[in-house]
């Protein structure tokens, strides 16, 4: 995706390394993930694989801790937010990304007759950081927090992205940052508190699919700023990105993870959903089509 004209976010931070002490296991830390309906330090993409790393269903474990202590001084400590994206080609790319959704979407909101775009801070940090909706950890890859308006993520991911998942090229990556702006479009426009509310109330199973239905609107999501940009688009991008939504199903995970299915407990939507709403998204343009909440599925 040729974004290269753009300049990076001036809404960018380096956490640095997450610090040692007073960290969760992981796998303590993804209820209250999972629990609170992604509303506050949701796992907004990739959560369930940490799952995988572990195996589903039991396994106790510990990839590291979730830097619950103080961080270490990062190294681009004081600098603007633009010296924080060209510390690398990979943080660069991310920056870029952010520059683009926020003026895609801060345009949709002024054809939706709304003035209230705010847009997210994107939070670079290495194996674990403090956020405004708690500590977490790398494991459980990008997420977005609405207590800070922020979007968390550490590079290295884009290694896992692209060596164990076959998820290949910059429009991989590029999904992956819209598709946790699509949280934060969530959160502005209040879909983010309904579903938290609603989820409250719900069995598990019922804040299962409403959770799956959050996800897949993100994904959707996704592919509006991408169909909005569309001439930046180059060949084999979209392709990409459904490879991408492909591999990251929850359906695809657990079959390799424990050779079984439980539908019950998909938590993101199955590799074909997650294909069929970044593709709806994609060829509408329209965020009006994304409502996975009224949609048959």
């Given at each position: 995706?040729?974004l290269?004209d753009?300049d990076?976010?001036?809404?960018a931070?380096?956490?640095?390394?997450?610090?040692?002490?007073?960290?969760?296991?992981?796998?303590?830390l993804?209820?209250?993930?999972?629990?609170r309906?992604?509303?506050?330090?949701?796992i907004v993409l990739?959560g369930i694989?940490?799952?995988?790393?572990?195996?589903?269903?039991?396994?106790?474990?510990?990839l590291?801790?979730s830097?619950?202590?103080?961080?270490?001084?990062?190294?681009?400590?004081?600098?603007s937010?633009?010296?924080?994206?060209r510390?690398?080609?990979?943080?660069?790319?991310?920056?870029?990304?952010?520059?683009?959704?926020?003026?895609?979407?801060?345009?949709?909101?002024?054809?939706?007759?709304?003035?209230?775009?705010?847009?997210?801070?994107?939070?670079?940090f290495?194996?674990?950081?403090?956020?405004?909706?708690?500590?977490?950890?790398?494991?459980?890859?990008?997420?977005?927090?609405?207590?800070?308006?922020?979007v968390?993520?550490?590079?290295?991911?884009f290694?896992?992205?692209?060596?164990?998942?076959?998820?290949?090229?910059?429009?991989?990556?590029?999904?992956v940052?819209?598709h946790?702006?699509?949280h934060?479009i969530?959160?502005?426009?209040g879909?983010?508190?309904?579903?938290?509310?609603a989820?409250s109330?719900a069995s598990?199973?019922?804040?299962?699919?409403?959770?799956?239905?959050?996800?897949?609107?993100?994904?959707?999501?996704?592919?509006?700023?991408?169909?909005?940009?569309?001439?930046?688009?180059?060949?084999g991008?979209?392709?990409?990105?459904?490879?991408?939504?492909?591999?990251?199903?929850?359906?695809?995970?657990?079959?390799?993870?424990?050779?079984t299915?439980?539908?019950d407990?998909?938590?993101?939507?199955?590799s074909?959903?997650?294909?069929?709403?970044?593709?709806?998204?994609?060829e509408?343009?329209d965020?009006?089509?994304?409502?996975?909440?009224?949609?048959?599925?």
């Amino acid at each position: 995706m040729r974004l290269d004209d753009l300049d990076p976010t001036d809404n960018a931070r380096d956490l640095g390394s997450g610090g040692g002490g007073g960290g969760f296991p992981l796998l303590g830390l993804l209820p209250l993930f999972l629990g609170r309906g992604m509303g506050c330090g949701g796992i907004v993409l990739i959560g369930i694989i940490a799952l995988v790393m572990f195996g589903l269903g039991g396994g106790g474990g510990m990839l590291g801790s979730s830097g619950g202590g103080s961080a270490d001084r990062s190294p681009t400590a004081g600098q603007s937010g633009q010296q924080v994206c060209r510390v690398n080609a990979l943080r660069l790319e991310a920056c870029r990304v952010m520059r683009s959704t926020d003026l895609t979407w801060a345009k949709i909101f002024q054809e939706m007759g709304r003035s209230d775009y705010k847009p997210a801070t994107i939070n670079f940090f290495s194996g674990g950081a403090r956020t405004g909706c708690g500590a977490a950890s790398s494991a459980v890859g990008p997420f977005y927090c609405p207590s800070d308006n922020g979007v968390y993520i550490d590079t290295t991911f884009f290694d896992e992205l692209q060596n164990r998942f076959g998820a290949k090229g910059d429009f991989a990556r590029d999904y992956v940052i819209a598709h946790e702006m699509g949280h934060h479009i969530q959160d502005l426009l209040g879909t983010s508190s309904e579903v938290s509310r609603a989820q409250s109330q719900a069995s598990k199973t019922e804040g299962n699919r409403l959770s799956v239905q959050l996800e897949l609107q993100a994904d959707c999501y996704a592919g509006v700023w991408a169909a909005r940009n569309r001439d930046r688009l180059e060949p084999g991008d979209v392709e990409e990105g459904m490879t991408a939504a492909n591999a990251i199903g929850d359906d695809t995970l657990q079959k390799e993870a424990q050779g079984t299915v439980v539908p019950d407990s998909f938590t993101h939507g199955t590799s074909a959903q997650r294909m069929a709403w970044l593709k709806r998204g994609l060829e509408t343009g329209d965020p009006r089509q994304c409502d996975t909440f009224s949609a048959t599925q």
